[in-house]
Every structure is written in structure tokens, then in C-alpha cells.
């Protein structure tokens, strides 16, 4: 797989090399494009540094497993790639921007400050799946040498994602950060839950991706260019474009094709079914390094290549059906995880909802347009941050290797442990976006002052409100915590009522004590309070 | 001044550290003690804030010119520091005459929370763990009071939130999980209303620092209306304003005593405060344009506080309840937008913070004696226990605004602002507050005459007369409050006359 994504990108350049050449082919320089499109291209190979370094990981891990084959070896392999690969990013991004497999000024591999942002990010989630994944991994209920270089292999995707350039990069990138979730799903031996999960994730994947490329078929159809950047350029200088019933099509399909993978009502309904069936830190992998693929690609689409005057109104309806929709359901939830996947849905809509000031035209202004995108990304950030330490605490709460279990299973957790209950009580109160989460409070506070500054007051209002809605359940989970255990849930079959089935089989293993796992809650938590004393970090990173 | 601003970031370090140390110490009553200490230290250092000022207690002169004449507002003292640029947010404290008695009040009434915790934990979780957390909600009214950038008052007025809710829901009564949820719920939808009227004004304005703000700082009328609607609403469901009020009685009646007090007591003057902090001066016009909406709900939930009192049966709820319409007398104040409305309201919300957290403290000590909160279940009080009957009297009769008691200034010169405003509406709305008076006497003496006279009932007739002693040292500062406020209203006036000039002029 890492293979395929290496060979990918220069193969996509010499595409897109012809396929410019061919719309230029009245010019002048045919000539010097005939030259380029043979191989001897010159690549910059440091700009590419975080992606090999990641793709390394992923050969790295399958040698390891092959010729160590021992899980702990494995796991530190993929786990000192997934730190090589942040040194890297952070190395190269911290050097300015970097392009490469460029024809003229269009380039399809650009390392900019995003870019290498969402490098690390992503990296470092992976570092924490890892880390979460470690009593999964040590009672072999998933063979750790496929469970690692699927890891990796999806890490390898993210890192390309934030450089991609143009459209086919960007949608092999986010395949190569997909495919291999599909396994990864269903990579839990004897349990039919996660075969499930992975058929629905995979088959609206496929789906999504097919509208995704069809879309970018179109485009080009219509435009003649797949670089994200030129796309740009050519519906600013040519309107008339615009006017075209094949490019409205073609631009509702991406949007359309990217707002599945980021689980957008209304194409959301298979996150809740997969993360529910998903193995706790897959769960955690989908629901923070996949979203935040997916916000990437359409935040690199909606910013560069599409006009803000078709996605605008798309991503305002999308931002307000996602949020209210997600946080409403999200009541209901009786399952922990099916209630922090609702409640991702509805963050994203939150994520989402800074680009849809892009439907007015005070917000389609240069500084409001740079503020939506900056606010998209440090919420998705704030996000993030913040879910992986809520994942980190339910993996710690819950016996090794088990599902995440219903809310009544966390009931009193904070009398047995109260640390890792403390911890996801913060996490949680973060994702609500109130104090003592400062992180989430701010990454809230970010969102609402860019559509301010959009003049969306409208949409500020949503997203108030769904604040409001959202606390509902954040408060009924961190509530249990704190609340008197159910009787025979999780006391045993000794106190069980009269009526109640006496659970039958051995007593419930205790819950998770593995260092990796601590570790990760730390650090989670530790990040979110950093973020929350000082989110000008965050801020700063995400405006650049 | 050095020490001002030393002292401005102690009373917010001070209970913040202070928490962090009594929830780390595992020893619950030396954890108590701890946080008793420091919520005196607290006290200590919001006293001398008023020193260094530029004029003294009583003098009425106006001030010399200053070279920044057109700022509304004097801060005795200020902090100023950068926290996040990118969201305008400064860590900028002050305090002037408006806010700094209510800071007093707050201190005041969390040190004597957390001693009255010393003696009773309530049942519930450990009694640290309750203490730890008054500290933290001190920390964010505190906070609230002092910030002078719209970001940070935005910041600490969400921190008492949660806090709040897990007094409530870890030591309340019988149906405190619910109660805690739609007191949660209710203030978050107030305070994302007020996130939103915050990045109105801050979007329209450039700036978050209330200095510069205070009198419109140019922005166009339409986004006046818009920041004073949206900021009214947030402050108004704090308050609570009729018809927002609805979160008030459930959580007041089912909180522990110390929580009912502190609610009461300073919670609900955030409310009021950033009415005429932020949201009056702020949006000027926008307030000139709404007084009248502002003024008829105050007057209904006046007189529909009053009315609901009148057919209460449960002591707190009643109590409750009455706060509904002690508050509706503050608003009725800031309402008129006059001199004389501005400051009864001031007084107002002082008077009303003491007596009802004295009320509060004593309708908590008979329901822990009696174990019934029943109007029906309950008389004789006099006959069994005189001093509590004669405390909780001396309470309601204060909260009645007897001449000479602390309740009196704020509610009669109230209807006088109204009065002086002059109109049909305002006059209309000046008597229909006098018969809320009335209905205010009338409540409490139903009151009275239902709990502390008549033959003692079963419950009442097991009590004994004494009081401990920790509950009379925890009560006697508020006695006394209420009577010295009440013969001396100018401890309170006499630092928020200049002030509350300063910010009329700027009103349109």
C-alpha cells in the first residue's frame, strides 16, 4: 500500500503533465513540456522527506514483523517511524515552503505550513493510536505486525494529504488514508461487529470516493485543469464558467464525495455503525487522523480550487444539518462510543461551520476568507486534541481489549478510577466547549468570532445554540461518572437484583493498566491544558 | 499603584490556588480549615482596594479632567496584560466603585460558606470536594467582576458554570440531578448568547476592552440593537428576568444550603452587573431603545414574583421566588437609565445578596432541624426555638424593605427613579412596583406568621432553643451587614456615585 501512494505521486504529476500540455498545445512551450513529461524530472526529495519517512515506517513495520515477528518490536518500530516522520515534518515545514512535480507554476506536491501542521498532527495521532493500541495488540486479539503497517500505511496518506496539489493527489492521498481502515475495522478476530462495521465502511467509502473522482472528472471536463491552485485561478478569470450547468454538478460531487468522509449529515449515517463496531483505538483513529483528513481535502478544494460562491451555500447547509442533526441524536445515544461518534458528527459540523460564512458576500472577502479557513483548522485541531483524550479515557476505563460498552458501564468509574474519570470528564467538557476545558472553549470562541467577522451572525447563533444542546449529553456521560454504580452492571454478578440475568461466563476482566495507554491520556490531556492556557499556539499554526 | 494591581491578581490567585490545594489535600477536615484560611484570605485582599484611589470616601466633587476625559469609566486600579491576540483576549482586570462592593460581597459570602461547610457538610460527596469548588466558583464571579475585556468577562462567566452544577448535583435534595441539568442548561444558553452579543460588538468595534468600548465606541445603531438584544438576553436568564426565571426556583430549592446562598447571594448579580457593565454601556443606545421592553418585565416579574409567593407552601421555593422579584427591582432600576435607578439598583443587588444569603442560611437551618421545608408542617417556630424565629424575622422583615434595614433603599428609590422618569408608562410602572412592595410584605408576613407563630407543630415542637455557634458566627456578619448598609447606604453609594455619573454621561 505504502508502495502504491510512492509510486502514486509522480505518476500523477506526469499526468497532469500531459494533461496541461495538451491544453496548452498551442503555445510556445510544448516543446519544454515534451522534455519534462520523460522521467528525468527533478524531485525535490526534501519536501518529501515526512512523506517517505512515513511510508518507511509502513516497509519498516512489515520487515520487523516479518523477521522479528514479536508484537512489542513491531509496535516500536511503527511507533519510532510515527516519531521520525513528526521530527521530519516539523524539520522541513519549519524551512518554508517546499513544491515539487511542478509543470510551470502548477505544482501537485506543495510542503507548506499546513501541510507540515497536518503532517505532525496526524503523525502524532498515530503515535497515540499506537499507544492505545497496546493491550489490544499484547492479548493477540489483532495480529500486530497488519495491525501496525495498516497504521502506518494510513499514516503515510495523511501526511500526503496537506501537500497535495491537485485533485487526483488529493483524492489518492485520502485513499491511501481510507483503504486501509477498511481492514482495520474489521481486524478483530471472532467478533461479526467489526466485519459489519468494515462492509459499511467500505462500501460508502467506495462510493464516496466514486463521487469524489467523477466529480474531478468533470472539472476537467469542464476546465481543462486538475491543479487546485489553477482551477482557482481559471474560475476567478473566467466567471462565465461558473454558468455552466456540468460545473455546478461537477463541484457539488466533490464537496459532495469529501463531506462523506468527514461523516457530514447527510452522509454520516455509517460513522456511528462503524466506530461502534471498530475496535476502541481504530474508533479513535477514525473519529480524529480520518476526520481530519477529510476536513483537509475540502478545506484544500473549498480554499484553492472551487468557487466560494457554489460551495458557500453547500457548506453552510452542510455546517447546520451536521452540528444540529449529530448533537440531537447524540441524546439519544445509550453506548458510549455511539455517543461520542454522534457527538463527532456533530463537531464536525462546528468544523464546517466557518466555511459556511463563505455563502455571504461579506464572508467571501479576502481577511474573512483567510479567518474562516484559520478557524476551520484550529478547531479541527482543538478537536482532535480533544477527542483522542476522551478515546484515551474510555480505552483506560474499559476492561483490555473490549468494546466501548454502554453509558451504565462507566456509571461511578470515578469512584474506582478516578484519574482517567477526571480525565475524561475534561475531555468531554472540553468537546462542550466550557471551562475548566479551556481548549474547547477557545477552538468555540474561534469559530464564532470568524463568522462574526463574516457576518454570519446567523449561523453564529446555530452553533450557539447547538452549544447549548450539545452540554445535554457531555454532562449525562461526565454525570455517571460521578454517579452510583448500576447494580449488577459492572459490580459483579453478586449484586445483581432478583429480576436481573445473572451475567454468565468469568467476571469482567479489570479495567486497562498498561503504561502506553497512560501515557497517551497524559500526554492527550496534558496537550488539551497547554491548548487551553495558550491557544495563540494553536492559532498561530492553523493561520499560516 | 504597585500593591493595587498585586492585590487585583491575588484575589483571583488566591481561591484559584487555594482550590488546587484543597482538593490535593486527603485529609477532609484539614482540607476544610485550608480552604476556610484562604477564602479569608481572599476577604483580605479585596478590602483595601479602595485605597490609593484618587478621592475619598465621601467627596462628591467631580473629577479633575482627565487627559482621557471621554473614557466612562475610572478604574482605581488595573491590570493589563496580552493573553490571545487572536481572539482579542487580554488578561485585563480592574475594579472602580460599581463593581467593588459586589466583590466584597462575594468574598464575604464564600468565606462564610466555607466556614459554615467547616461545621456541616451537607450529605452528598466529601465535604473538601465542596469546598474546592466554591473556591472555583468565587474565582469566576470574582472574575467576572473585575475583567474589563469582553473576551475574559465572556471566559469567567462560563468558569462558574459547571461548578455551580456540581455543587448542586452532588449535594442537593432529593431531585437535585435535574435541577443542576436545567440550571446548566438555561445559563449555557444565556452565556452563548452572550458569546455571540461579545463578537458582535467586538466585530463591529476592533477592540474587546470595555475602557474603550464604554459609550459605543462608534458603532452604527442597527449593531447596537443587535449587541444590546442578544447581551440583555444572556444577562437576563442569569438574573433571572421574568419570564428566563424558570431555572431559579428549581435549582435554588434543591441546592445545599451553602450553594442556595452563593446563588442567590452574588450568582444572579452577574446578571445584573453585566447589565449595566457591558450590556448598558456597550450598546447605549440600544439600551435607550429597550428600556421600556426591560422595564414592563421587570414590573411583571415583580408582581408575578410576588403573587407565586403568596401561594408558595415550600419555605426555599418561597424564598426562591421572592428572589424573582427582588431582582426584577434591580432591573426595574438599571431600567429607567437615570441616576437615581442606576444606583437603587446597585444598592439594590447588595442588599438583596445579604439578606436572601441570610435567609438562605436560616431556611437551610430549619430544614436541617425540622427535615421539612413544608409551610404546612411547620409552626411555633418562636415557642421552641426563639432565636432562629427571631433571626428568620428579623431576615424577612429586612427583605420587605423596612425603613433602616438594607432592603429599603434599593426598592423605594427604584419606584422613585420610575417616578422621576415620568410618562404614563413609567408612572403606570412605578406603582404597579409599589404594589409589588406591598405584595412583598405581604408574603413575608405570611411568612411569619405561618412559621413563628401559632402552636408548634410536631417537627418544630423536637427543636432546641440553641444555635451553634459556628452558625451564629456565620450569620452575624450578615445581620449586621444589613443593618449597617441599611443606616449607612452610603458605604455602598458613596463609592459607585461617581461611577454611575460617568456612565450616564455617556449615554445618549
Known sequence: ?544 | MILGEFLLVAVLAVPALGAVVVAAIPHDRAARVVGVVVAALTLLATLPLPAGRERGWFAYAPLPPSPEASVAIHPWHQVDAPWVPGLDLRFHLGVDGISWPLVVLTALLTLLCCYYTLWKVPEGSSGRALVALLLVVEVGILGTFLAFDLVLFFVFFEVVLLPMYAVIAGWGGPDRRRAARKFALYTLFGSVLLLVGVFVVVAAAGTADLLALTGSAGMSRGTQLAAFTLLALAFAVKSPLWPLHSWLPDAHTQAPTVGSVILAGVLLKMGTYGLIRIAVGVAPEGARWAAPVLGVLAVAAILVGGLVCLAQTELKRLIAYSSVGHMGFVLLGIATLTATGLQAALIGNVAHGVITGLLFFLAGAVKDRTHTGDLGDLSGLRETAPRLAGLLGFAAVASLGLPGLAGFWGEAFVVVAAVQVGGALWTTLAVLAAVGGALTAAYFLRLLRQVTHGRPSPAVARLTPGLAGAELAAWAPLVLLALAVGLAPTLVLGVAEAPVDALLEVLP
Request: hydrophobic share 60%.
Open chain 1, 1 to 544: 500500500m505504502s508502495a502504491r501512494s510512492e509510486l502514486a505521486s509522480p505518476a500523477v504529476a506526469n499526468i497532469a503533465d500531459t494533461v496541461s500540455a495538451r491544453s496548452e498545445l498551442a503555445s510556445p512551450a510544448v516543446a519544454n513540456i515534451a522534455d519534462t513529461v520523460s522521467v528525468v524530472q527533478s524531485v525535490d526529495n526534501v519536501a518529501l522527506l515526512p512523506a517517505y519517512l512515513a511510508a518507511g515506517t509502513a516497509v519498516l513495520v512489515l520487515l520487523a514483523d516479518l523477521l522479528v515477528a514479536r508484537a512489542r518490536v513491531t509496535v516500536v518500530a511503527a511507533a519510532l517511524g510515527a516519531t521520525a516522520t513528526v521530527v521530519g515534518a516539523v524539520l522541513v515545514g519549519s524551512g518554508g515552503e517546499r513544491r515539487t512535480f511542478c509543470v510551470g507554476s502548477d505544482c501537485s506536491y506543495v510542503f507548506d505550513g499546513r501541510a507540515a501542521l497536518v503532517a505532525v498532527v496526524v503523525a502524532l495521532l498515530t503515535l497515540g493510536v499506537l499507544g492505545l493500541s497496546g493491550p489490544l495488540l499484547r492479548d493477540g486479539t489483532s495480529p500486530a505486525g497488519e495491525y501496525c503497517f495498516l497504521l502506518a500505511a494510513s499514516m503515510t496518506g495523511g501526511v500526503v494529504l496537506g501537500a497535495a496539489g491537485d485533485l487526483i493527489t488529493l483524492i489518492v492521498a485520502l485513499e491511501t488514508l481510507t483503504l486501509p481502515l477498511y481492514v482495520l475495522v474489521g481486524l478483530r478476530r471472532g467478533s461479526l461487529a467489526s466485519i459489519e462495521a468494515a462492509v459499511t465502511f467500505f462500501v460508502v467509502s467506495v462510493v464516496a470516493t466514486t463521487l469524489t473522482l467523477l466529480g474531478a472528472a468533470l472539472l476537467y471536463a469542464a476546465t481543462g485543469a486538475l491543479h487546485l491552485g489553477r482551477l482557482g485561478a481559471l474560475f476567478a478569470e473566467r466567471p462565465e464558467l461558473l454558468d455552466l450547468p456540468l460545473t455546478t454538478a461537477a463541484v457539488a460531487l466533490v464537496v459532495l464525495g469529501l463531506a462523506f468522509k468527514v461523516a457530514a449529515v447527510p452522509f454520516h449515517a455509517w460513522a456511528p455503525a462503524t466506530y461502534d463496531g471498530a475496535p476502541l483505538p481504530v474508533a479513535a483513529y477514525l473519529s480524529t487522523a480520518s476526520k481530519l483528513g477529510g476536513v483537509v481535502a475540502l478545506l484544500a478544494v473549498v480554499q484553492r480550487a472551487l468557487p466560494a460562491e457554489v460551495t458557500g451555500p453547500v457548506l453552510a447547509l452542510l455546517a447546520v444539518l451536521t452540528m444540529t442533526v449529530g448533537n440531537l441524536v447524540a441524546l439519544r445515544q445509550r453506548r458510549t462510543v455511539r455517543l461520542l461518534a454522534w457527538s463527532s458528527v456533530a463537531q464536525a459540523g462546528y468544523i464546517l461551520a466557518p466555511l459556511g460564512a463563505l455563502a455571504l458576500a461579506a464572508g467571501r472577502t479576502d481577511d474573512a476568507r483567510a479567518a474562516a479557513y484559520a478557524a476551520a483548522v484550529a478547531y479541527a485541531v482543538f478537536f482532535v486534541v480533544l477527542e483522542l483524550g476522551a478515546f484515551a479515557a474510555v480505552v483506560a476505563l474499559r476492561p483490555a481489549g473490549a468494546a466501548g460498552g454502554t453509558l451504565d458501564d462507566l456509571r461511578g468509574a470515578a469512584r474506582r478510577r478516578p484519574w482517567p474519570a477526571v480525565a475524561l470528564a475534561l475531555a468531554l467538557i472540553g468537546l462542550a466547549g466550557l471551562p475548566p476545558g479551556l481548549a474547547g472553549l477557545f477552538a468555540k470562541v474561534t469559530v464564532v468570532r470568524s463568522l462574526l467577522d463574516g457576518g454570519a451572525g446567523w449561523l453564529a447563533l446555530v452553533v450557539a445554540v447547538n452549544a447549548v444542546i450539545g452540554l445535554a449529553y457531555y454532562l449525562k456521560v461526565t454525570a455517571a461518572l460521578w454517579a452510583a454504580p448500576v447494580p449488577g452492571g459492572v459490580a459483579g454478578p453478586a449484586a445483581s437484583g432478583p429480576g436481573e440475568p445473572v451475567p454468565v461466563g468469568p467476571v469482567p476482566a479489570p479495567a486497562v493498566r498498561a503504561w502506553s495507554v497512560a501515557a497517551v491520556l497524559v500526554a492527550a490531556t496534558a496537550a488539551a491544558l497547554v491548548l487551553g492556557v495558550a491557544p495563540q499556539l494553536v492559532l498561530d499554526l492553523a493561520a499560516r
